[in-house]
């Protein structure tokens, strides 16, 4: 008995699709990507009460400290990463998102982003999530991220919860 007989088709086609390539695309944060953006925000909403919209609202577009990743398997945008700078050496994670758990798409895209940091001229990577986000606070500790002292808009905020990671 083969595979196929044993999981049925229906599982068989998802195992098959697991061996698909995520590809990173560098594009802007447009009405071309506009869905996934909105999809993370309305994660974010349902899930902690806040799409963090506000948090992305200053994107320079013609500056190539600004950068933003699309993930795409099969032409299908599954996920999402953005880096700003916080000052000459420093670049903000911002608009991370992957649309199917466990299939490595957030650590393409946060690998992709880090390599990129690293040809823009950031020597340190910092980010915030909320501390009621732990599938986020895993996975960046998972990538090497440090907690650090909360920076910014976020240093008076406990719900907040910041991570540093030198590229060094």
């Not at 299939?103 to 690293?118: D, H, M, Q, V, W």
Request: hydrophobic share 35%.
């Amino acid at each position: 008995m083969g595979i196929r007989e044993i999981c049925g088709r229906k599982n068989f086609n998802y195992f098959s699709k697991m061996k698909e390539t995520i590809s990173i695309k560098i594009t802007n944060p447009d009405e071309k990507v506009a869905a996934i953006i909105d999809e993370l925000s309305a994660n974010l909403y349902l899930r902690f009460g806040s799409d963090g919209k506000n948090s992305f609202t200053d994107w320079e577009y013609e500056n190539p400290k600004f950068l933003f990743v699309i993930a795409e398997i099969d032409n299908e945008i599954v996920g999402c990463g953005a880096i700003r700078p916080i000052d000459e050496n420093i670049g903000e994670v911002k608009r991370m998102y992957s649309k199917y758990p466990g299939k490595k798409i957030g650590k393409t895209i946060l690998a992709f982003l880090e390599k990129k940091a690293k040809t823009i001229g950031f020597t340190d990577l910092i980010l915030e999530t909320r501390l009621k986000n732990q599938e986020a606070i895993q996975f960046y500790q998972k990538q090497e991220y440090k907690v650090i002292p909360n920076y910014g808009k976020y240093k008076d905020r406990p719900e907040a919860v910041c991570f540093g990671k030198s590229l060094k």
